[in-house]
């Protein structure tokens, strides 16, 4: 069974920036397309990015230009960096496995996630 650990989540001013963090057991990242996701306070989760095995990432509209999607398969961890945050980024990031590149449905149980605070 697959387990998820997200971290690296806190508290920043808006503008600061942080970096997510996500490992699995149970399984390999490295042939897996992975992606990231959020869920903020009384909203459905929503996605926020994905990584092929191959690099190729897309995000939603929201976050393009200022987050980052990265992999590093020899540690099975999943990243994203977050540059320019703002409060409405504000919510608790998880991490899993998109069905498919465009499929955002996730295939794998969930983590417990990371808090991630954006203060004005």
């Known amino acids: 069974q697959v387990q998820l650990v997200e971290s690296g989540g806190g508290l920043v001013q808006a503008g600061g920036s942080l970096r997510l963090s996500c490992a699995a057991s149970?399984?390999?990242?490295?042939?897996?397309?992975m992606g990231w996701y959020r869920q903020a306070p009384g909203k459905q989760r929503e996605w926020v990015a994905t990584?092929?095995?191959?690099?190729?990432?897309r995000y939603v509209d929201s976050v393009k230009g200022r987050f980052t999607i990265s992999r590093d398969n020899a540690k099975n961890t999943v990243y994203l960096q977050m540059n320019s945050l703002k409060p409405e980024d504000t919510a608790v990031y998880y991490c899993?496995?998109?069905?498919?590149?465009?499929?955002?449905?996730?295939?794998?149980?969930w983590g417990q996630g990371t808090q991630v605070t954006v203060s004005s």
């Open positions: 899993n496995r998109p069905l498919t590149y465009y499929v955002t449905h996730v295939m794998w149980a």
């Open positions: 149970g399984t390999s990242f490295s042939g897996n397309i």
């Open positions: 990584i092929t095995p191959g690099d190729d990432t």
